[in-house]
């Protein structure tokens, strides 16, 4: 018996591999190309969990076929390496994150390696290496140059604990996702990128994209286009009206102005700060008290998760409806934000939930000024009566289906017909227009952080600034001891006093560097770019390479990056294009989401969570207990991995334990690639027997000097055209069962034709490709199997010499019969009679008729 030394056969292989640089990408090869793209990973310092794989385990599979299968194959691996998690660390311990970073590196590249990935490591890039980062310095130079990069004073969420602004996604019920440190509004300097400028772009690529819907959807709704119009509504105070002050509303609905019946503007809008400074809002300490309760919560808190309506009045002033001049009370609410639209609303109650909802708690009126057609609508309903607004639109779209009531000019139009006529009345009364807008925002592009890439910006003396020349750039990091945040906002860099102070040798004039650095996002945004030409030291990429090799053929990675990452990789790959620079408009042609492996969790009656390693094992139930509690039977359950749980799976072990081609395997039989999947123990030792099993059958099966039977040839034909077909469909776990269905044929075969045991451990290589190089080494071949013919299968062996019929009486199933496939109908009718089920109730009848259609069925009616 040949023993599966997983072990031992998966170190030489791998070291093989690497020494032969196998799978080193070719350049102009004159084959098809595929670019298979994985999302490159933060190298933490917890290293990888099991779900970590998955993707790259899809994507290996599927680049190992496609070799055989004739293509030349890019498949690169790099590591998004510049981030907060290193710089806290550094802050933490006072080790440099370069060294951090360094190590983590290290350890990721160990553990990808074992797993036996087919990368080309010649290609291996790292963002925080400057040789890398001075061409994404570069790019934002050219963003800078083109006017898409600019400074401003913005309202950001500020975490003085961490010293850096956070996204919004960073900020959970006004504290840090990292650390839970509170976090503030306040209005900082900040580099902005205008991704504006590209909404529109941004938004018609999506449709040319084989990309799952969902994440187009995602993508469209951030981007957020609408069609509408500006409304400009007047002020009046105390003292009447205030010419000089305008309160101008974007809105969908301007049909709707009529119903208008209360005004919302943002907390921070200018007007507020304006009219609390002149003392024309009597209840001004209320007012500032809301403000400051508002600057304190994330966009996130104010809009999505914001269930409760709350606000104040401003007492002293109101707005006047440009339509019919109805004063109108105006609030503050922290639902409306300063940076989207205009900060200020119309508040149309009867057609709006969230406005219904509002008017409501503040007991406003409410006027119906859309009905179904027929109806008139009642001229105004109280919120005191509960009635619930008619809206007039269609589900999920904005296109109102009502017709104007109590409306002026527009009474009797349906809505498609008011919205041009009341835009035509704004513009020819001079207090509105048509307007198309975006719910996307510019992209903050800056951090108060050490650790990340500078800006090659140089602030004089006189007010201006001017990028660094490129032929100096990369602009390295300085050396920093201390990179603790200053709580003020001053990032670190400002300590570097030598590297932030310099003076122009031609006019002698001083300047200050720039000190915030780039976002994490920045190294993301053109990795691929950099993976097609990694050592190029004069260009961020050959012009001949990126036609050679764009667009990405296939990206794989989680959903989680839906939208930021994806959205601003596609915004700087547009850019780009507009340049000159690369050659196709998108960059990543099909993009795949693989699903989320979930570890074990326990939870007690009452639903507390108990960590793993405080379970016990009581004749194989869970039992546990609470904090001070007693021992109870806990609920086992699918869950996140997470350290606080104490369910990481750690991918060593499996390995140790099962070998990397297990590992591999059983991550892809779990179930659909895109699927969430918990993950069992026992899966792996599934797999494991089988891949024990595919050992035994090709090294202990005597290897025969003859054709294939017919069932053979039949197994052997249905096996290849399956695999085929599915690693093309990226189907892994059904190619695995057809492989363990071949297996289950082929054992104890006292011999097989050598074509039966090559084909099978071609199609079995992608999946498990130490094992596979073993047993084509077995089966006496030398050197490795990695670029061998994807094998060929005969079709006519897949076509069946017997087909199996229903045979009915007086048209109820009685029997099935097998028989030969060009069977006449009088053959059919032969074995059918024939067969001792169906004989039984034919005896003693008169057969009346038969009915035989080839192929299908036969049919006796008697009597």
Known sequence: MSEYNFSAIE?????????????????????????????????????????????????????????????????????????????QYAVETGTHPAVTTKKNVDRFREQIRSLGFSYDWDREVNTTDPGYYRWTQWIFEQLYKKGLA??????????????????????????????????IRKPMR???????DYAEQLLKGLDDLDWPEG??????????????????????????????????????????????????????????????AAGLISNADAAREYRKAAASKSDLERTELNKEKTGVKLEGVCGVNPVNGDRLPIFISDYVLATYGTGAIMAVPAHDERDFDFAKVFNLPIYQVVAKSGETGAAEAKSADGRVPYTGQAAFTDIATGVMVNSGFLDGLSVEEARPAMIKWLEEKGVGK??????????????????????????????????????????????????????????????????????????????????????????????????????ND????????????????????????????????????????????????????????????????????????????????????????????????????????????????????????????????????????????????????????????????VTETPVADRAMTKAEAKSLATMVKKVGEDL??????????????????????????????????LCLSPFAP??????????????TLAYEPWPAYDPAALVEDEIEIPVQVLGKLRGRVKVPVAASAAEMEEAAKANPDVAKFLEGKTIVKVIAVPKRMVNFVVR
Not at 154 to 182: F, K, M, Q, Y
Not at 190 to 196: E, F, P
Not at 495 to 520: C, I, L, S
């Open 190 to 196: 900040q580099w902005m990128l205008r991704i504006t």
């Open 11 to 87: 170190k030489k292989w791998q070291k093989y591999w690497l020494e032969n640089k196998t799978f080193r990408t070719a350049e102009n090869s004159g084959k098809p190309k595929f670019y298979c793209l994985d999302m490159f990973p933060y190298p933490s310092g917890a290293g990888l969990h099991v779900g970590h794989p998955e993707g790259y385990t899809a994507t290996d599979m599927l680049c190992r076929y496609k070799r055989m299968k004739g293509f030349n194959v890019l498949h690169p691996m790099g590591w998004d390496a510049f981030g907060l998690p290193a710089e």
């Open 770 to 783: 130490h094992l596979g190089e073993e047993l084509w080494e077995s089966l006496g071949h030398s050197g």
């Open 150 to 183: 600019y400074v401003a004073e913005v309202p950001v969420n500020w975490c003085p604990a961490l010293g850096t602004v956070l996204a919004n996604e960073e900020v959970i019920d006004g504290r840090s996702e990292r650390g839970n440190h509170p976090v």
């Open 728 to 761: 093309e469909a990226m189907a892994f776990n059904t190619a695995i069962s057809a492989m363990m269905v071949f297996i289950n044929e082929a054992e104890g075969s006292k011999d097989l034709p050598r074509e039966c045991l090559e084909k099978f451990v």
């Open 538 to 697: 004069k260009a961020f990429c050959d012009p001949g390479l990126l036609k050679e090799w764009l667009p990405v053929d296939l990206y794989v990675g989680g959903a989680e990056h839906a939208v930021l990452h994806l959205l601003y990789a596609r915004f700087w790959h547009k850019v780009l294009f507009d340049l000159g620079l690369v050659p196709t408009s998108e960059p990543f042609k099909r993009l795949v989401n693989q699903g989320m492996i979930l570890g074990t969790a326990f939870k007690t009656k009452r639903g507390v969570l108990i960590p793993t390693d405080k379970v016990e094992w009581r004749e194989g139930k869970p039992w546990g207990a609470e904090d001070g509690g007693e021992m109870e039977e806990l609920t086992e359950f699918p869950a996140k991995m997470s350290k606080s749980l104490k369910n990481v799976v750690n991918p060593d072990d499996v390995i140790r334990d099962y070998g990397a081609d297990s590992l591999r395997l059983y991550e892809m039989f779990m179930g659909p690639l895109q699927a969430v999947k918990p993950w069992s123990t026992k899966g792996v030792e599934g797999v494991h027997r089988f891949l024990k099993r595919a050992n035994r059958l």
């Open 434 to 535: 048509a307007k198309t807008q975006y719910k996307l925002r510019d992209w903050l592009f800056s951090r108060q952080r050490y650790w990340g890439e500078p800006f090659p910006v140089i602030h004089w003396e006189d007010g201006t600034q001017t990028l660094v020349d490129e032929g100096d750039l990369p602009l390295t990091l300085p050396e920093l001891d201390d990179y603790k945040p200053t709580g003020t906002g001053e990032p670190p860099l400002a300590k570097a006093t030598d590297w932030v102070n310099v003076t122009d040798p031609k006019t002698g004039k001083k300047g200050v560097r720039e000190t915030n650095t780039m976002p994490q996002w920045a190294g993301s945004c053109w990795y691929y770019l950099r993976y097609i030409d990694p050592h």
């Open 215 to 276: 994440i187009k959807e995602m993508q469209r709704n951030w981007i957020g286009k609408s069609t509408g119009a500006l409304v400009d509504f007047g002020v009046c105070g105390a003292d009447g009206a205030m010419p000089d002050d305008v309160i101008t509303v974007y809105t969908t609905r301007c049909d709707t102005l009529f119903g208008a019946t209360y005004m919302v503007l943002s907390p921070e809008h200018k007007l507020v700060e304006k009219w609390l």
